[in-house]
């Protein structure tokens, strides 16, 4: 599933956060088959109104939501690039996610002291950066100084070690000003030939705004939430308010009373569905189901994925021996009633290797073995 990881300073809100999303995949476990939680993974379902839709047509015996993975990087400090504390092992745990969620604190209280001892969202945001950005070069000094030695033996070899070199100054050159890699300007071909380096500055952020209960229906009123989408606009990442002392207060209510306390804070539903959606948009995905007695099932593709490719998420064989896939959009799965139905009016589709998926197909897989 999607590994999202949770950064920002210390006392901004993470724990609460992470506790929160804990929490409710503990909920959702028993209704959905999640495996075990590790100490610093929590895993929660995508919420989708489609799947129960889908599910009561095809009368499916279960519901499997598409599943998304929070993952608890506490300790990245200022010097954690320098391998200050445990810094160097949390960078390490960075680079395995798909994207970073970083909690900046835009709540007042006295009480909880902030680090730098003010709020100051953009010298929060800052902070990070430069962590991250020093990891980049220090890993980015390494790798240079292997490819220059220049030890490709054929045409093809060199061409590819030329590619990553050029790729790699260009990203050096915009680091050193202080950018992210993400805003370098790459050809296909130099952004696979890094890809191995999993840099940290490559990957999708998104700024948590933890506002504080009261600035829930309007978080744009805050101040410190205005700096940080201009900061958020500026870096192209997208940004989610939040409350988490009130995703953490949800959490410990019965269903049927949390929409009661949402609505007396004027919003209508939990922020960390907002979260979820954000996150998929920003890393593009796509969702398609299948649909059957035995089980709905939601299942997560990048956008522009093709028909073969869409299969291999669900298993490999069925990328490998992939012959064709029937299809039928979801509004026209729901008009018609079922796939029997959709397949009589001539809805369901024969889609052959080159079909790119669409949101919301509802496919079934026609392969060899
Ligand atoms: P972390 O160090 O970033 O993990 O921060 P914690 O989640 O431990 O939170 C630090 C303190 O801030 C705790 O006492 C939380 O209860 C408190 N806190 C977290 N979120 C909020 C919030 O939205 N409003 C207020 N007033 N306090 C919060």
């Known amino acids: ?14 724990s609460t956060l992470f506790n929160a999303v ?11 088959p999640f495996c075990t939680i590790e100490p610093n993974v929590g895993i929660v379902a995508v919420p989708d109104p489609r799947l129960s839709i889908l599910s009561q047509l095809s009368k499916s015996h279960r519901v499997v939501p598409a599943s998304i993975e929070f993952v608890d990087i506490a300790g990245l400090v200022k010097g954690a690039s320098q391998g200050e504390g445990l810094g160097n092992k949390f960078l390490s745990h960075i680079r395995e996610v798909d994207s970073i969620l970083q909690v900046v604190r835009c709540f007042e209280d006295n009480d909880i002291v902030h680090v730098n001892g003010k709020i100051d969202p953009k010298s929060d945001i800052d902070v990070i950066n430069l962590e991250l950005i020093f990891s980049d070069l ?7 100084e292997k490819v220059r030695k220049g030890k490709a033996k054929d045409a093809q070899s060199k061409l590819k070690e030329e590619t990553e070199r050029s790729a790699l100054e260009k990203i050096q050159k915009l680091l050193m000003d202080g950018k992210p890699a993400r805003s370098v300007p790459l050809t296909d071909f130099e952004k696979d030939s890094i890809r191995h380096l999993c840099l940290l500055t490559m990957k999708p952020i998104i700024y948590v705004a933890n506002v504080a209960e009261t600035d829930l229906s309007e978080p744009s009123s805050n101040p410190h939430v205005r700096e940080v989408l201009r900061l958020a606009s500026e870096l192209q990442s997208g940004l989610v308010s939040i409350s988490a002392q009130v995703e953490s207060e ?3 209510l019965p269903l049927e009373e949390r929409i009661e ?3 007396s804070l004027g919003v209508s539903e939990s922020g960390l569905g907002n979260l979820i959606r954000e996150t998929y948009d920003l890393l593009g995905l796509r969702t398609y189901f299948t649909s059957g007695e035995k089980e709905t099932k939601a299942w997560t593709i990048l956008a522009g994925m093709t028909a073969p490719q869409a299969a291999g998420v669900i298993h490999s064989d069925f990328e490998k021996g992939f012959i064709r896939a029937e299809t039928v959009s979801y509004d026209d799965f729901v008009a018609a009633g079922s796939l029997a139905a959709a397949r009589e009016k001539g809805l369901l589709r024969s889609e052959g290797k080159e079909y790119v998926v669409q949101e919301g197909d509802v496919m079934l897989f026609r392969f060899n073995v």
């Open 261 to 263: 306390y949402l609505k």
């Open 1 to 14: 599933s999607v590994k999202a990881g949770i950064v920002g300073l210390p006392n901004v809100g993470k």
């Open 22 to 32: 804990v929490e409710n995949g503990k909920a959702q476990a028993a209704n959905f």
């Open 250 to 252: 949800l959490t410990e």
């Open 138 to 144: 220090d890993q980015i000094d390494k790798r240079l």
